[in-house]
C-alpha cells in the first residue's frame, strides 16, 4: 500500500513553516526594499512583519527604523534570479 500525504503525514515534512505564505504583488522596489533591509542587517519579511505588528497596533510593536538611503540608493541593483 502507498503512503498518502494525509494530515497525520504532514507533521513529518521536514522544515515546515509555522504560518502559510502570502503573496503580493510589488513592482522593482522590491529590490530596494531587500538592499535597505540588509543595511540594517534585516531581511525583508522581518521589516514587513514589525511594520504589520506597529500598523495594527500590536502592543509593544515599534515602526521599523529606516536605514540612511546613501547606502542601499548607491549600491548595485542585483535582481534575483540573476
Not at 494525509?6 to 510589488?26: E, F, G, L, W
Amino acid at each position: 500500500m502507498t503512503d498518502v500525504a494525509t494530515p497525520r503525514y504532514r507533521s513529518r515534512v521536514p522544515n515546515q513553516p509555522k504560518t502559510p505564505a502570502r503573496q503580493m504583488r510589488i513592482g522593482d522596489e522590491w529590490y530596494d526594499f531587500d538592499l535597505a533591509a540588509k543595511a540594517q542587517d534585516s531581511e525583508r519579511a522581518a521589516v514587513i512583519r514589525a511594520f504589520i505588528d506597529w500598523y495594527i497596533r500590536k502592543p509593544g510593536a515599534e515602526l521599523p527604523q529606516r536605514p540612511d538611503a546613501a547606502y542601499w540608493k548607491t549600491a548595485p541593483t542585483k535582481k534575483e534570479g540573476d
